[in-house]
């Protein structure tokens, strides 16, 4: 099975900062990786699929990028409403897997 | 609207069983692949199972296969997922999601609680 390897677990930013939370796949996976926002005691909220097309909604400070089989969510200017924890995911071959997630306090 | 809504949670004995539904309207389901994804109090997310749109595809996590089983009806909205065989560590929030690309929408989640 691929294992995802997501970092930071946890990182504190300020209003405005940019903010990249990376994932790295254990094997080459194509681009079948999506990040979700979570938070407490709400479902995820899917933001961005395959690797980097933007969910419907979702606002364009949100992006996504690839490079071999690390992949990067980046917040370009941190809001208050993105205090959340933030899971990549990936799939392969019918088998799902998440990231330990990235835990995001705005300062 | 899309909705989602999941109900079957509740306290169950190790060893026992427990069916969970998922409700859907707003969308055409049987145009659509979904999952069960849970997630033990204070832990990430793990995915459960995936159903083909027509039901004639399973697959499972290693963690439950064998104990749980998946299943859909389309004429009445709804997915299931059977849990036999429950283990404390079985113990989740249990979430349905529709699967478009990715994960697209979810429900609420329902609660399962495995202990004596």
């Known amino acids: 099975d691929i294992q995802m390897t997501q970092s930071p677990s946890t990182l504190s930013a300020s209003i405005g900062d940019r903010v990249t939370i990376t994932c790295r796949a254990s094997?080459?996976?194509?681009?079948?990786l999506a990040w979700y926002q979570q938070k407490p005691g709400k479902a995820p909220k899917l933001l961005i699929y395959k690797a980097s097309t933007l969910a419907g909604g979702v606002p364009s400070r949100f992006s996504g990028s690839a490079s071999g089989t690390e992949f990067t969510l980046t917040i370009s200017s941190l809001q208050p409403d993105d205090s959340a924890t933030y899971y990549c995911q990936q799939y392969n071959n019918f088998s799902w897997t998440f990231g330990h997630g990235s835990k995001v306090d705005v300062k | 609207e899309v909705q989602l809504v999941e109900s079957g949670g509740g306290l169950v004995q190790p060893g026992g069983s427990l069916r969970l539904s998922c409700v859907t309207s707003?969308?055409?389901?049987?145009?659509?692949?979904m999952n069960w994804v849970r997630q033990a109090p204070g832990k990430g997310l793990e995915w459960v199972s995936h159903?083909?749109?027509?039901?004639?595809?399973?697959y499972y996590a290693h963690s439950v296969k064998g104990r749980f089983t998946i299943s859909r009806d389309n004429s009445k909205n709804t997915v299931y997922l059977q849990l036999s065989s429950l283990r404390a560590e079985d113990t989740a929030v249990y979430y349905c999601?529709?699967?478009?690309?990715?994960?697209?929408?979810w429900g609420q989640g329902t609660l399962v609680t495995v202990s004596s």
């Open positions: 999601a529709r699967d478009f690309f990715a994960f697209d929408q």
């Open positions: 159903i083909s749109f027509s039901g004639g595809s399973t």
């Open positions: 707003g969308f055409t389901i049987s145009t659509y692949p």
């Open positions: 094997q080459s996976l194509s681009s079948w």
